[in-house]
């Protein structure tokens, strides 16, 4: 079955860094855009960073651009995140999530992880 399983996460001073990784199983992760998600408590999940399954360019929210980078290894079928000068604002649950190359976000073929909890504070 689809799995996608995140590691990673814990307490950082502000200033600090973390990478995050998303191991995924059960589907064909070379056809499949591979993103990260956040959720602070009382906001609404936030995309914050996209790697297509081409590889070819990726995309980030305004509020980590600089700062976080996102790459894929196609043969160990893993996304990470790399965080670096980490905020208050920052934390929250952090969230993998791929979904099928060329579907709409109504899709039968999004998945999600289930989370790893990102807090930063001194």
């Known amino acids: 079955q689809v799995q996608l399983v995140e590691s990673g996460g814990g307490l950082v001073q502000p200033g600090g860094s973390l990478r995050l990784s998303c191991a995924a199983s059960?589907?064909?992760?070379?056809?499949?855009?591979m993103n990260w998600y956040r959720q602070a408590p009382g906001k609404e999940r936030e995309l914050v960073a996209l790697?297509?399954?081409?590889?070819?360019?990726?995309k980030y929210a305004d509020s980590v651009k600089g700062r976080f980078t996102i790459s894929r290894d196609n043969v160990k079928n893993t996304v990470y995140l790399q965080m670096n000068s980490l905020k208050p604002e920052d934390t929250a649950v952090y969230y993998c999530?791929?979904?099928?190359?060329?579907?709409?976000?109504?899709?039968?073929?999004?998945?999600w992880g289930q989370g790893t909890q990102v807090t930063v504070s001194s």
């Open positions: 059960g589907f064909i992760f070379n056809n499949y855009f």
């Open positions: 999530y791929a979904q099928l190359a060329g579907t709409s976000s109504d899709s039968q073929y999004i998945y």
């Open positions: 790697s297509p399954n081409t590889g070819t360019f990726t």
